[in-house]
Each structure stands twice: as C-alpha cells, then as structure tokens.
C-alpha cells in the first residue's frame, strides 16, 4: 500500500501556508501583514536568536531598538554602551560583529538587498543572509535554521550523514520556496519547528503536513534527525575575586581578543584544566561563598567565588566601579557577583 507521505512534498508549500495565516506567532519584530519589513529589525533578531529563546531575546530587542532605532544609530554608537546593552545575551564575539556589521551598513548606506549581498557583511551567514533577503527584500530564497532542518529531516525521514542531510535540505528547501511568499514560508518553517515539530514530543495530530510526513508514517518522528553523538565538552575551572569597598567593586578589563575579549570582569585566576591551589591576590578576609557553573561553547567552567570587604587594598590592575555597574559584566561574572549578594536585578 501506498503511503501518505509519498505525495510530492511539495505540496507542503499552500498547507503550511495556510497554516501560518490562520497561527502565524506575534512576536516583537513581526509587523501585520502586507506591511514591510526593516532589514535592521529582521537582522537584529535574528542575531539575537542565534543564541537565546524568543522569550530571553525580546526584552533585548525592545531595548535595543528603542535606544537605537536604526542601522546608523547602532553603527554611531559607543563600542562599551553596545557591548553592556549586549551583557546577558553571551556570545561577545557576536556583539563585536553586530557593531562591525551595523557600520559596515551604515558605510554602504543601507543593507545589501540579495542574499549574496548580504553574506558579504561581518557576522551574517547563510540561514541569516537567507532570512533577511526574503522577509525583508521579497527574494526567492530559503532560510533554512535548525528548526527547519529539524521538519525536513523528519518529513523525509533522512537517515542519512548528518552533513550531507543539511546539503540535501538546503537544496530541496530552495526548490521549494514559493514566488509569491518567500518570507512567509521561511517565518512558517520557524513557527512549525518552534511550535509544533518541537525537538521532543511533537505535536503531530495537529501539524498541518502530517500527511507528508515519513516520520510520523514511521510512527518515529521524534527519533529524527539522526545526528551524529555530541563530544562531551571538557571543563575548567578557576577561582573569581568579589573585593568590595562600600558601594564598589574591584573590576578588570579582559585582553581585547579572546573569550569575552575587551569585557570588563571581575578578577579571576587562570582558567584551567585541573584545580588549582588556591591563592589570594591580595591579603584580605576571604570567605569562600560557593561555586558558580557556565556554560561556553567549548568548555564548561566552575569559579568558586571568593568574596572580601577590603578598606585599602587595591589590585595591580583594574579599578573600583559602582554596584550598579554589576548588571553590565558577563553573565558568569554576574552570576559570581549574585551569589556575593551584589546583584539583585538580575537572575539567571
Ligand atoms: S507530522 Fe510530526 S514529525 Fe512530521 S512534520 Fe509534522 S510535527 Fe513534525
């Protein structure tokens, strides 16, 4: 017997259509419909989501637009305002090419309307590149993310070598878009991965392309996609210094390149592979507050964190900032700093 997923899959295309227009998500960079598209506000969301969830971005995005409300704002705007208004979202090296890329803008006088053109720009890749070009430009071209990798590795059941899936995927994807609705299609994709073709438990009694669908013929949607088994990330570990004198805190500013290059921090010992002996950088009463965990891309790190009221001691490098300067650092400086009692506002 014929199954149902041997339609021609591309009749995927006025289902999910028709699906989006009765579900389509507000969210805060979507307009109503039949109303453009601003590339800087497609952009900006799209390198935000790069690294976070809808619900974490979208405070970020608010306040970014609000404060700088265009392309040429950003790119006018001071490297430490951006990168502190960036503190939280993680990832520092992105932030960098956000500015890089908003002046980069700014120089060419507006966003490059192709997807090629738009891949020329610092930091923008192909899925963003993709992404920009069709909801803002109209260009007939396929956004595919690891939602919509996730939908078409499960409606052709693809069993094969995880990179030669996401080869074929590209391809099939840009067959697919349709003339009329690129950028609808690419948001329809993003909202069936995110809402329903959920990584686990997906909702396929109301999917609107079950019936294309060979995973869920296969009654074993969720076993797709077949990638291949993750390397354990290795660990670090290190010791963070709170000094604290009255309203004020001991910072320092990290190497311009590297991890969280050009951030200020608190003071820490080296990060390494086994733990260390403990050592003070200078004479204080420590009290050791407990340990804190992060999460990088390459390696996890625990700090145990040391804090000190010191009346006279300062370090060979930094200098003292106010409390309120705390929300700024890198969330696993924040976290040190939250665990010493120092940062309310903010709890991750
Ligand atoms: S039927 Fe299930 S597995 Fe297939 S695309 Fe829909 S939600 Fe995903």
């Given at each position: ?12 295309v ?37 690294q ?57 006088g ?5 997807e ?9 890749g ?6 920009i070009?069709?909801?803002a430009?109209g ?8 939602n919509?990798e996730?939908?078409f590795?499960r ?50 009694a109301?999917?609107p ?7 869920f ?5 969720e ?20 000094l604290?004198?009255g ?10 390149s590297?991890l969280l ?16 002996d ?48 705390i929300d ?6 924040a ?14």
């Amino acid at each position: 017997m014929r199954a149902k997923s041997d339609q021609p899959l591309a009749g995927i295309v006025p289902k999910l259509l028709a699906w989006f227009d009765r579900s389509a998500r507000t969210l805060p960079w979507r307009t109503a419909p039949g109303v453009g598209r601003d590339p800087y506000r497609v952009w900006l969301s799209e390198i935000m989501l790069q690294q976070t969830t809808v619900p974490h971005a979208a405070p970020y995005f608010a306040a970014f637009t609000t404060r700088w409300p265009t392309v040429e704002a950003l790119a006018a705007a001071r490297d430490d305002d951006v990168m502190q208004a960036w503190a939280g979202l993680g990832y520092y090296a992105r932030a960098r090419n956000l500015l890089k890329c908003a002046r980069e803008v700014a120089a060419r006088g507006g966003f490059p309307e192709t997807e090629a053109g738009l891949r020329t720009l610092p930091g923008i890749g192909p899925y963003t590149a993709g992404a920009i070009a069709a909801l803002a430009f109209g260009e007939r071209t396929p956004a595919v993310d690891g939602n919509a990798e996730r939908v078409f590795a499960r409606l052709l059941a693809i069993k094969e070598d995880w990179a030669a899936a996401k080869k074929r995927i590209a391809l099939l994807a840009r067959d697919l878009v349709p003339e009329d609705r690129p950028g609808a299609f690419a948001e329809a994709l993003m909202d069936l991965g995110a809402t329903i073709c959920t990584p686990r438990k997906p909702n396929c009694a109301i999917c609107p392309v079950a019936a294309y669908c060979r995973a869920f013929d296969e009654g074993e949607a969720e076993s797709y996609p077949i990638k291949p088994e993750k390397i354990a990330r290795p660990e670090r570990f290190g010791i963070v210094y709170v000094l604290r004198r009255g309203g004020y805190i001991w910072v320092v500013r990290r190497p311009p390149s590297g991890l969280l290059g050009g951030m200020l921090a608190l003071p820490s010992s080296e990060w390494s592979e086994t733990r260390q002996d403990a050592a003070a950088p200078v004479d204080a009463e420590w009290e050791v507050l407990g340990e804190v965990r992060h999460v990088f891309t390459h390696f996890s790190l625990k700090l145990d964190v040391w804090f000190a009221e010191t009346p006279d001691t300062d370090l060979p490098e930094g200098f003292w900032t106010s409390e309120d300067e705390i929300d700024g650092l890198p969330t696993v400086f924040a976290k040190a700093a939250a665990l010493a009692g120092l940062s309310a506002r903010r709890k991750r």
